[in-house]
């Protein structure tokens, strides 16, 4: 079976712009017949300490190149890196909408709309998005102008890039612990995330 192509246009490796990064992830928790579509937005003022920080991640397992993915770590990497946020001062955003199976691609879109106002407000310099895909892209940059045409465009950078930036894994994390505590799954991370400030409580539904 051939695999998927990598999507185009990703800017791994590029330089982050500025001093107040944001980093976007989506996580999707199924609830019976539909899904919570989540959208969450990590935001620091320490990017390049935080990568710096996550670079040592692995350190018992020399040589790993796979990325972080929350839901296929064990405690000892799953702690690791919520002390990493927790020790950076790692503030998040998060949106959902419950949605059918086929209702992902408008919530995306409204959560995202939603998500860009507040790091405009926190005066944000630069966006990373996961990438998903090169249609998801496209959809996720018209959602962006569109939101801001009246404004005189997106007051901030905004790139996509794929899951081997490690300053994403942060976002990652983060929307790992929501989608357990979504799920009535182990709260013990969400806990921990919201105790410290990271979180304000459980992500904000948008209807």
């Keep these: 079976m051939n695999r998927p192509s990598q999507?185009?246009?990703?800017?791994?490796?590029?330089?982050?712009?500025?001093?107040?990064?944001?980093?976007?992830?989506?996580?999707?928790?199924?609830?019976?017949?539909?899904?919570?579509?989540?959208?969450?937005?990590?935001?620091?003022?320490?990017?390049?300490?935080?990568?710096?920080?996550?670079?040592?991640l692995f350190s018992d397992t020399p040589g790993r190149k796979r990325p972080f993915h929350w839901h296929k770590e064990g405690p000892a990497a799953r702690h690791r890196i919520t002390d990493i946020i927790l020790e950076h001062g790692v503030v998040a955003h998060s949106r959902y909408q419950t949605v059918g199976r086929r209702g992902q691609r408008k919530a995306r879109q409204l959560l995202l709309a939603d998500l860009s106002t507040q790091l405009h407000v926190e005066g944000v310099d630069h966006l990373i998005i996961e990438s998903v895909d090169d249609v998801t892209n496209g959809?996720?940059?018209?959602?962006?102008?569109?939101?801001?045409?009246?404004?005189?465009?997106?007051p901030f950078v905004y790139d996509w890039r794929s899951k081997s930036e490690r300053v994403l894994w942060i976002a990652d994390?983060?929307?790992?612990?929501?989608h357990d505590y979504l799920v009535h799954g182990d709260v013990t991370w969400f806990s921990q995330l919201t105790n410290g400030g990271v979180l304000e409580g459980e992500p904000k539904h948008l209807s």
């Design 7 to 56: 999507p185009s246009g990703l800017s791994d490796g590029n330089p982050l712009i500025g001093e107040l990064i944001a980093v976007i992830d989506e996580t999707v928790p199924a609830v019976g017949a539909g899904v919570h579509y989540v959208l969450t937005t990590a935001v620091t003022l320490s990017a390049t300490d935080v990568d710096q920080a996550l670079s040592g």
């Design 139 to 154: 959809r996720d940059k018209r959602t962006l102008l569109d939101k801001f045409e009246s404004s005189g465009g997106v």
């Design 173 to 178: 994390a983060i929307n790992g612990a929501i």
